[in-house]
């Protein structure tokens, strides 16, 4: 799935000769101002009240950027969240880490 | 192949019974959290020296709450990059944006 | 004030052979990074129950590294706030403000 | 110094009965999507050529934000700066940190 996003994302790119701008600092600047805008949906608001159209267009970004950064350095996303979900699993054992929002370096 | 990785991430918080603490706006806050962990990478550095073994896994941090976000929402995550990439079209025609970085609104 | 405070930061940071490193665009993420670990010590969390020993650490780096690029421009930090609320004394006329949490382009 | 500052934001904020919205949490918020304004004005560019009158605006709301956090637990802004080089003096000692931009957990 992500490929074929990715494609996408890219064709866009490079239609409008963006490439030279997209350097990994820089999408990595970029992913954050998008998080921020996205956090921005929620801000003086119960979560429940955001709007939920624009969630769709700053997630959208977000998943852009991220899916971005990620064909840099050629990275399948599929297995460096399940890579991530197994190390967490160390830091987060289910014994210490139920029903508490704890940090790990805190459990 | 979200699907897939949702569920992993969906069987990874409840196990911990962490789903009392997943509203959309604190997810939006990890979100924007986790960004910030990976702009850190890039900190007082060139691009070129980043530490990929850690991109990887803030990288993963980010998708995997992009993606917890989506399930609240039950957005397709294909389909809203695809309609904001479309939207981006008109927003950035490529005979003004082509070759420049300018935002939207300084075309 | 912040003469004060800014002599200090610039000593240690002189000390440290660190200018090379404090370009005004790794100031600017470093501001944002700090301000993302604040943040996190609200993560998960009721605003009252926040750790107010680490809200004083990280508002402090805030604090410091948002000074720092103010000095990079020689900026007046009284002045231009000053300044900021006359502007959003325009954007936000009490008439129309008051009482919502509204953003000035949806007043 | 602050303390004026500080006077003409709560002035500001009390004119739109805008209390009822500023908890910590969504001041903290506010401060994370105000500092990625601030990068913003970096993205895609070399700090040279970022727009120093917009730099004053963000940073200016860069500031309000974390004096109105400071106000809300009665810091004094100036002590817990010192206090934080202070601690700076110890996780980043002269000898190991010079020269370097490394993490103190790094050095």
């Known amino acids: 799935m992500t490929e074929e996003i990715t494609a996408a994302l890219l064709k866009f790119r490079d239609e409008r000769d963006w490439a030279q701008f997209h350097n990994p600092k820089d999408l990595a600047l970029a992913l954050s101002i998008e998080s921020a805008e996205l956090l921005e949906l929620f801000l003086w608001k119960n979560a429940e ?14 998943f852009s950027y991220a899916l971005l950064l990620a064909e840099k350095y050629n990275l399948d996303v599929k297995q460096i969240i399940l890579d991530k979900i197994k190390l967490n699993d160390t830091k987060y054992p289910v014994g210490k880490a139920k029903g508490t929002a704890k940090k790990y370096n805190e459990l």
């Open 49 to 62: 009240d955001a709007n939920v159209d624009k969630i769709k267009e700053e997630l959208a970004d977000v």
